[in-house]
């Protein structure tokens, strides 16, 4: 089975603070992408990759930036973090579309 | 513009009976739609597919119907569990354009209880 692995469950940051999201597959995925999932907002696409060294604004990529300097790691870097950003994010990958995407588990994050 | 709607935020069911989701949406351009499940404190899972060259897809006890005219698709799971109770998420991706490479766009979920 793809494995999905988000480095971190839980974290807490403060304000203005650089924040590193890691995510890595071990499938040689090509596609990997970032979504943060709000109540009431379902989940949203923050940035994607197709292949390493590229990326893709998704719909909300305000306050965000990615680097693929690896195909199997996505990373998702919040430049100076806001309380607004306090969320669930989402990290999956996908070989094609008959697999749909595979996610992790999840990393919460807690701006204060 | 939410292009996949979910208009149903909840769904309370009683074990045994079919759970029936709805899914909507105004892109004409999708042609493929999936359905993932999302337990608490976990990543959503893949949990069924379909082309827009079909009308059906049934994998045990899921069932997805879709219809293009309409727009619309539905998610059908029976009998229910109570190990259903989670949040669903419909989504649809644009593959026409070539390739294997697509993005997914979801909609806002609606969470099922199933109740013993």
């Known amino acids: 089975d793809v494995k999905v692995t988000q480095s971190s469950r839980y974290l807490v940051k403060r304000t203005g603070e650089k924040v590193f999201l890691e995510c890595v597959q071990d499938?040689?995925?090509?596609?990997m992408f970032w979504y943060r999932q709000d109540p009431g907002l379902g989940l949203r696409l923050i940035y994607f990759?197709?292949?390493?060294?590229?990326?893709e604004k998704g719909d909300i990529p305000e306050g965000y930036s990615v680097s693929r300097e690896k195909k199997e790691r996505f990373s998702l870097i919040l430049e100076s973090a806001s309380t607004n950003q306090t969320s669930m994010y989402l990290c999956?990958?996908?070989?094609?579309?008959?697999?749909?995407?595979?996610f992790g588990s999840g990393t919460r994050l807690t701006v204060v | 513009d939410q292009q996949v709607k979910q208009n149903s935020p909840s769904l309370s069911v009683q074990e045994g009976r079919i759970s029936i989701l709805n899914c909507d949406y105004t892109?004409?351009?999708?042609?493929?739609f999936l359905w993932y499940k999302k337990y608490p404190a976990e990543g959503p899972t893949f949990l069924i597919s379909?082309?827009?060259?079909?009308d059906k897809n049934e994998d045990g006890r899921f069932t997805v119907f879709l219809n293009k005219s309409a727009k619309h698709l539905s998610l059908h799971i029976v009998p229910s569990q109570p190990g259903d109770s989670a949040v669903y998420f419909c989504?649809?991706?644009?593959?026409?354009?070539?390739?294997?490479?697509?993005?997914?766009?979801f909609g806002k979920g609606t969470l099922l209880t199933v109740n013993p």
């Open positions: 999956a990958s996908s070989l094609d579309r008959g697999s749909g995407y595979t």
């Open positions: 499938m040689d995925h090509e596609n």
């Open positions: 990759s197709y292949d390493v060294k590229m990326k």
């Open positions: 892109n004409s351009m999708f042609d493929y």
């Open positions: 379909i082309s827009s060259i079909k």
């Open positions: 989504a649809a991706a644009r593959t026409n354009s070539g390739g294997s490479n697509y993005k997914l766009t």
